[in-house]
């Protein structure tokens, strides 16, 4: 493979979707279906093979949580009143069927997400597509990774009681 400079313009979509519990519930149900990563466990895997099937037992719905920063905590003093707080959302066990034929991908993943609540008090998960993200590597088998973390993010959502958007279902996106 030879390294070459690149300017890529891609399309991004961003999903905004409104869940229906509070906040401080919301945030605390998500991070337990999105459990943090136990970075010292996968780090004492002997193989690949085992690191897969703890990843099956670390993400139950496919996400591990890799970052988490409480921008309310952060912002505190400011005049801004928004509650949200910032994840790094993804399984590296996934990620590696793509980082394996392009490293650049990892720009993207873990996937960014933000929980938040609106000035109404309304509670919103805000995330960019995943299939748009992987499709702009013009790689076949990372757009199908990109698709299949779109399923992934669809059943989370409705998980946490959202509606998924359409997007997340179309074949091309």
């Known amino acids: 493979m030879t390294t070459h400079d690149a300017t890529i313009d891609h399309p991004a979509r961003r999903l905004v ?3 229906p ?7 605390e149900h998500y991070e337990t279906l999105v459990p943090e990563v136990d970075l010292a466990r ?4 002997a193989s690949w093979q085992a690191t897969l099937e703890l990843a099956e037992i670390n993400a139950p ?19 801004s009143v928004w509650k949200a707080t910032q994840y790094l959302m993804g399984n590296h066990t996934i990620a590696e069927r793509m980082f394996c034929r392009d490293p650049s991908v990892m720009l993207h993943a873990p996937l960014r997400t933000l929980l938040y609540a609106d000035p109404d008090g309304d509670t919103k998960l805000a995330v960019d ?23 992934l993010l669809a059943q989370l959502i409705a998980l946490l009681g959202g509606d998924p958007p359409p997007q997340l279902a ?4």
């Open 129 to 151: 597509q995943p299939s748009l993200l992987f499709a702009s590597y013009d790689n076949p088998q990372i757009a199908d990774v990109g698709r299949e973390l779109d399923m």
């Open 17 to 19: 979707v409104a869940l």
């Open 21 to 27: 519990h509070p906040y401080d519930a919301t945030r």
């Open 170 to 173: 179309a074949k091309g996106s």
């Open 61 to 79: 719905h496919g996400f591990m949580r890799y970052y988490r920063s409480d921008i309310t905590a952060v912002m505190a003093g400011s005049p």
């Open 42 to 45: 996968f780090f004492q895997m």
